[in-house]
């Protein structure tokens, strides 16, 4: 393939996972808790590491040769949405670093999102029923009303009386909060959930900001990912034209040659 075609359509390949990034951004504009994605170009040194490797008699050469761009990096925007009150007593906002824990089928997750319940064991859970984590393992209720406070502390002042969890001041559980060396790089696995990342570390106590009756937004702004596509959009019918320019001068050139044969 001809070294620009390959660079266009590389190019424009970038722009579609650009889309595609900027398309689930703004179909999760309402989700609580929604960190939006950014697609990024890979630094300049991994794009040289990608050409040597990808260089005719390089070791390991492949037919990415020829000029084709990197993939794209996906990092997530770490930074906070704003907060709503809901009033509801299982709604849990985070106003600073860090992510709840959850138990899947897969294994543990991580994810911002905090309109949890209580399923029919008395487990804290998520909307989609997988266990919230505590420092000591699952949370267990025995009522829809706890109180939490801002470390994660979880009591239950409406408990039957003779209960343990009625005593005054006796703390349940501790709702486990936890932040990660590199967020950004966080991957999203579906339902608003992160798998591990590296460098995961339980946030101290007095650096956890909880909420209790609240919900995080999502940080998306609809305007600016608007604003994203169209330039996106103007960027890849830029492109799609120059390869057009370029393979229509190439065919002239050849007309012109075969005339003068």
């Known amino acids: 393939m001809q070294p620009v075609f390959a660079l266009a359509l590389s190019a424009m390949h970038q722009d579609m996972e650009r889309m595609d990034t900027i398309a689930a951004n703004l179909a999760n504009v309402s989700t609580p808790g929604y960190k939006r994605e950014v697609a990024a170009a890979r630094p300049f040194t991994e794009a040289l590491d990608d050409a040597a490797q990808a260089a005719p008699g390089a070791p390991g050469a492949t037919a990415a040769a020829g000029g084709v761009l ?5 990092m997530l925007d770490g930074r ?4 709503k009150s809901t009033g509801e007593p299982l ?3 985070l106003g600073g670093e860090g992510y709840f824990e959850v138990t899947t089928d897969q294994g543990l997750a991580y994810t911002r999102r905090g309109d949890f319940k209580v399923d029919a064991q008395g487990r804290l859970v998520t909307s989609q029923g997988h266990p919230v984590m505590g420092r000591a ?5 025995s009522t829809a009303t706890p109180a939490i406070d801002q470390d ?3 009591t239950e002042p409406d408990a039957a009386p003779g209960s343990p969890a009625a005593v005054a001041g006796h703390p349940l559980a501790q709702v486990k909060v936890v932040h990660f060396d590199e967020g950004r790089q966080l991957r999203p696995i579906g339902n608003g959930l992160y798998a591990p990342g590296s460098g ?3 946030q101290a106590d ?4 909880l909420r209790q009756g609240s919900l995080e937004n999502s940080n998306v702004d609809s305007m600016h990912e608007m604003v994203d596509l169209m330039q996106t959009m103007r960027h890849f019918e830029s492109l799609q034209k120059a390869a057009q320019g370029y393979d229509e001068m190439t065919a002239t050139a050849i007309h012109k040659l075969g005339d003068l044969a």
Request: proline share 7%; glycine share 14%.
């Open 80 to 83: 906070p949405g704003t907060v």
């Open 70 to 74: 990197s993939p794209m990096l996906m």
């Open 206 to 209: 007095g650096h956890v900001q």
């Open 152 to 154: 994660g502390n979880v």
């Open 91 to 93: 709604d849990l906002a």
């Open 200 to 202: 995961l570390a339980v």
């Open 137 to 141: 393992g699952e949370i267990y209720l």
